[in-house]
């Protein structure tokens, strides 16, 4: 079975310290992941994907994430965070399958303080 | 660019009354999926369509019914709302393949529909 696991409901930082959202993924096939932010009222956004290309994946905002077969991982990060980060985060998989279909994590809420 | 469009953005609707949300895929998208997101709730998969057919079937009521057009847009129904139905309905449009899974999914702003 296919699954996607965030570990954290919701974490918290100070204003420019780092930014860690865990997430780790089983799947019985090549998987690719992705990281969605939903701010407050708003649809889904694309922060990064990753396909099989390179491990370490950049996306928008400063976030990036490291995809790691060894770990089932793949975690996102930001070097500093900002106020304009609070959000909900969702790790996403998606099987290549006829049924296509997406596989969304629970979410981490990301909180920043002042 | 383009992108995929939901239509209304927001919704009051009383209970037993019946709602309708529309969803444009980006052009040349054949696919079409359904999320329903409850308050503090992760996206749960409704239901999806390939080429007018549908292809997936998740969590959705029997009070919904949904289908996609012949210009691939895609319309959910809700009848006889409950008070637990109000959510953001997301839309999210794909084309079929090897392309969707490289390039992942755009999804909708979505549809916020309030029972009262």
């Known amino acids: 079975a296919q699954s996607v696991t965030q570990l954290d409901s919701h974490v918290s930082v100070s204003e420019g310290t780092p930014v860690l959202l865990r997430c780790n993924y089983s799947?019985?096939?090549?998987?690719?992941l992705f990281w969605y932010v939903q701010h407050p009222n708003k649809g889904l956004q694309l922060l990064l994907k990753?396909?099989?290309?390179?491990?370490l994946v950049k996306g928008i905002n400063g976030f990036e994430a490291e995809f790691k077969k060894s770990e089932t991982s793949f975690h996102l990060t930001k070097p500093s965070a900002h106020m304009s980060d609070a959000a909900e985060y969702f790790c996403?998989?998606?099987?290549?399958?006829?049924?296509?279909?997406?596989?969304f994590g629970s979410g981490t809420r990301l909180s920043i303080r002042p | 660019a383009a992108g995929v469009i939901q239509s209304p953005r927001h919704l009051i609707k009383e209970k037993r009354e019946t709602a309708t949300l529309k969803c444009y895929p980006i052009?040349?998208?054949?696919?079409v999926y359904w999320y329903q997101q409850g308050p503090g709730q992760d996206p749960q998969f409704l239901i999806s369509?390939?080429?007018?057919?549908?292809?997936d079937k998740g969590s959705i009521p029997d009070r919904f019914s949904a289908q996609q057009f012949s210009d691939y847009h895609s319309e959910l129904n809700m009848s006889s709302l409950e008070l637990g139905d109000s959510a953001l309905y997301f839309c999210?449009?794909?084309?079929?393949?090897?392309?969707?899974?490289?390039?992942?999914?755009?999804f909708g702003s979505g549809t916020r529909l309030t029972v009262v």
């Open positions: 369509f390939y080429e007018k057919m549908q292809s």
């Open positions: 990753y396909t099989s290309a390179a491990t």
């Open positions: 999210a449009s794909s084309l079929r393949g090897r392309t969707s899974r490289d390039y992942g999914y755009t």
């Open positions: 052009p040349r998208h054949d696919t």
């Open positions: 799947s019985s096939y090549s998987p690719s």
């Open positions: 996403v998989v998606i099987l290549y399958s006829s049924a296509s279909k997406i596989i």
